[in-house]
């Protein structure tokens, strides 16, 4: 199947800074890449959908100026978290779309973030 | 808006069958999945299946659909400790699109 990576798989930044976590279609374009956080224990709530060359359709109660999504190719995707706070603290995960009927959504690994 | 619920937690014996349960609310939906979680990974897809269709064996993966009481359970046969895990169902109205996930259930497999 296809394959999406994340990375980083794990970071530990201090309050205030900011963090970029990429997303990567491996070995297919992805039309659409989709961001989902995950808090301990619960599941999956999805944050904004990114199609490929145009601006991300964000979730109802998510930021966008604070949870900035670049989607500059059909292989990657960004997540930038500007000025975190502890609260940010969670588990993202992506996932890629390959054809805009495709019933499939691939998942990445997930980047553990952790605001100190 | 949607909603997608299972019960939380389960525990079988190895060698058993599991039955992992969920209820949906949206009439409209057209494709029902089911993930698996490994502790701190990201989601591996298991099977899916089209609202036209009523059961999907794959493996040791017996998935049954009740469009009707909407009512969606995904069967593993022959638990293994391997198996152990959270599994979510997730629904969607539009093929690929924007997925609607359940709680997650969280499947213990003893010895």
């Known amino acids: 199947g296809a394959v999406v990576s994340q990375h980083p798989s794990r970071v530990i930044c201090k309050s205030g800074t900011s963090v970029k976590i990429e997303c990567r279609s491996l070995?297919?374009?992805?039309?659409?890449m989709f961001w989902y956080r995950q808090f301990p224990k619960q599941s999956l709530m999805l944050m904004a959908t990114?199609?490929?060359?145009?601006?991300?359709?964000?979730e109802q109660g998510v930021e966008k100026d604070k949870f900035l999504i670049n989607h500059a190719s059909l292989t990657l995707s960004t997540l930038t978290v500007t000025s975190a706070h502890p609260e940010d603290s969670s588990f993202y995960i992506c996932?890629?779309?390959?054809?805009?009927?495709?019933?499939?959504?691939?998942f990445g690994p997930g980047t553990r973030l952790t605001v100190l | 808006g949607e909603d997608v619920e299972q019960s939380l937690f389960l525990s079988v014996r190895e060698g058993d069958s599991s039955v992992i349960n969920c209820t949906y609310t949206?009439?409209?939906?057209?494709?029902l999945y089911w993930y698996k979680q490994e502790p701190g990974a990201g989601l591996q897809l298991l099977t899916y299946?089209?609202?036209?269709?009523d059961m999907k064996q794959d493996q040791r993966l017996t998935v049954l659909l009740n469009k009707k009481d909407k009512h969606l359970s995904l069967r593993i046969a022959d638990t293994q400790t391997g198996d152990s895990a959270i599994y979510f169902c997730?629904?969607?109205?539009?093929?690929?699109?924007?997925?609607?996930f359940g709680g997650g259930t969280r499947l213990m497999v003893k010895p």
């Open positions: 990114s199609n490929e060359g145009s601006k991300a359709t964000y």
């Open positions: 070995d297919f374009q992805a039309t659409t």
């Open positions: 996932s890629a779309r390959v054809l805009i009927d495709s019933y499939e959504q691939f």
């Open positions: 997730a629904e969607t109205t539009n093929a690929g699109n924007m997925l609607t």
């Open positions: 299946i089209f609202s036209n269709m």
């Open positions: 949206d009439s409209s939906s057209t494709y």
